[in-house]
């Protein structure tokens, strides 16, 4: 089992940064891979971004392609997302998940049913 804390939310101008960052503890971080997540009322959650277990492999929704990056510091049990040219339709709670099986890659990773443990979520505003 793993905890999962994300930060970094918060309200932000159409065009603007942020930062979210997802803390891990409880089970080996540096073995598992690594997604995020969003959701907006009413609608499924949605695929974001993902990133292997070794961090040599990123995987990204063609919505976000371009302006966000996924990356992990392991050593902080730390993984971030880096979101810019914000748009009011990125506005949604993200989640960060852990993937159920260590050393994984792959498509399977764009699936939230692969993960097996989930943050709370942070809300994100984008304002027109």
């Known amino acids: 089992q793993v905890q999962l804390v994300e930060s970094g939310g918060g309200l932000v101008q159409a065009g603007g940064s942020l930062r979210l960052s997802c803390a891990a503890s409880?089970?080996?971080?540096?073995?598992?891979?690594m997604g995020w997540f969003r959701q907006t009322p009413g609608k499924e959650r949605e695929f974001v971004a993902a990133?292997?277990?070794?961090?040599?492999?990123?995987y990204y929704a063609d919505s976000v392609k371009g302006r966000f990056t996924i990356s992990r510091d392991n050593a902080k049990n730390t993984v971030y997302l880096q979101m810019n040219s914000l748009k009011p339709e990125d506005t949604a709670v993200y989640y960060c998940a852990a993937d159920r099986k260590p050393m994984g890659y792959g498509s399977h990773l764009r699936v939230p049913d692969e993960y097996d443990n989930w943050g709370q979520g942070t809300q994100v505003t984008v304002s027109s």
């Open positions: 409880g089970r080996t971080f540096s073995s598992y891979a």
């Open positions: 990133i292997s277990w070794s961090g040599g492999i990123t």
